[in-house]
């Protein structure tokens, strides 16, 4: 059966009898709530300093990464092209626990780097046009050195976890065999690009096939710009109060500072790397995001 072993939790506390029932209860009391806000993002891209400042919206239930977060044998299987399980955790779960955690509240934000990995399409067909996307964008050569510095890199037990398998079937950017075999490309910080690549691959595919669903795109380094904050908010049709947003402007928190493990500059020449990278994506008849442009 697909995704049979990633559906363990599918059990009489969460299936769809009890699913039915819980959304009879919570429907109705969530029904107030105007936008549910999520990030389509790579990761090491400022999520957690986002998710505070979302916190400062009016009325705004704010979150990380919540119960279930959706990574790990859920997003492989995803990936795998076994969707099941990501389906019925959405269904069954997660947007259970979105409802609950709305009631009361005029926004729900929640800053998880697996939406665009394993439930996007499960939130768009839930949350319909209430659904509001922010595409958080870091600089490519920025994340890709982070990720190798902490060594969970894509290929890793932590980076297939948290990240992507770079071998997965629903790969949208297919060069497993390049980085596996070609030695120009073996250095692990090749693996962390891909990653980068991959994932605004799939931003910009999620956004062609759904677009009634409002995104905007935000740069990293604009997290620490109350003009461009409030002017994202004023884009996104969201309430809230300009001194609360100025309070938080500019606080970053990085919750994985003691996982460091190298230092950036042993990966070598960075700026050169990418080039060669993106070099051979385009021999191997890859068109490069658009988003790519932003940081020209």
């Known amino acids: ?48 300093s986002l998710e505070r400042i979302l916190s400062r919206l009016d009325r705004c239930a704010s979150f990380h ?22 389906r019925n955790t959405y269904k069954f779960i997660k947007a259970i626990n979105i409802r609950r955690s709305a009631i009361g509240h005029k926004y729900y934000a929640e800053t ?5 990995k394993s439930f996007a399409d499960a939130a768009a067909e839930d949350l319909g046009k209430k659904l509001k996307v922010i595409h958080l964008i870091r600089e490519p050569v920025a994340v890709a050195k ?5 060594n969970h890199y894509p290929g890793t037990e932590m980076g297939n976890k948290w990240y992507l398998d770079y ?11 390049i980085l596996d075999a070609d030695e120009r490309f073996s250095h692990p910080f090749f693996k962390s690009l891909w ?18 669903i409002a995104v905007s795109t935000l740069k990293t380094e604009d997290l620490n710009n109350e003009k461009k904050l409030c002017a994202l908010f ?20 990085n919750r994985k500072l003691s996982l ?15 080039e060669h990278f993106k070099d051979m994506l385009k021999k191997e008849g890859y068109r490069l995001p658009a988003s790519l442009s932003l940081f020209d």
């Open 146 to 150: 982070s990720i190798t510095t902490l």
């Open 65 to 86: 990464e919540c119960y279930p977060i959706m990574h790990d044998r859920v997003m492989q299987a995803m990936n795998n092209q076994q969707p099941t399980a990501a």
């Open 195 to 212: 990653y980068w690549y991959e994932i605004e691959t799939r931003v910009e595919e999620w956004r062609t096939r759904h677009e009634h």
């Open 234 to 253: 004023d884009h996104m049709g969201l309430d809230y109060d300009t001194q609360a947003v100025t309070e938080v402007t500019g606080t970053r928190e």
């Open 167 to 177: 071998r997965a079937p629903g790969n949208l950017i297919q060069i497993a065999d």
């Open 112 to 116: 998880n780097h697996m939406f665009i």
């Open 1 to 48: 059966m697909e995704g049979k072993n990633h559906l363990e939790h599918i059990t009489l506390k969460h299936n769809p009898l009890t699913a039915s029932l819980m959304k009879a209860v919570l429907w109705p009391r969530s029904r107030r709530t105007e936008a549910y806000i999520f990030v389509a993002t790579t990761g090491r891209s400022g999520t957690a």
């Open 260 to 274: 460091k493990r190298k230092e950036a500059g042993e990966i070598g020449d960075t700026d050169s790397m990418h």
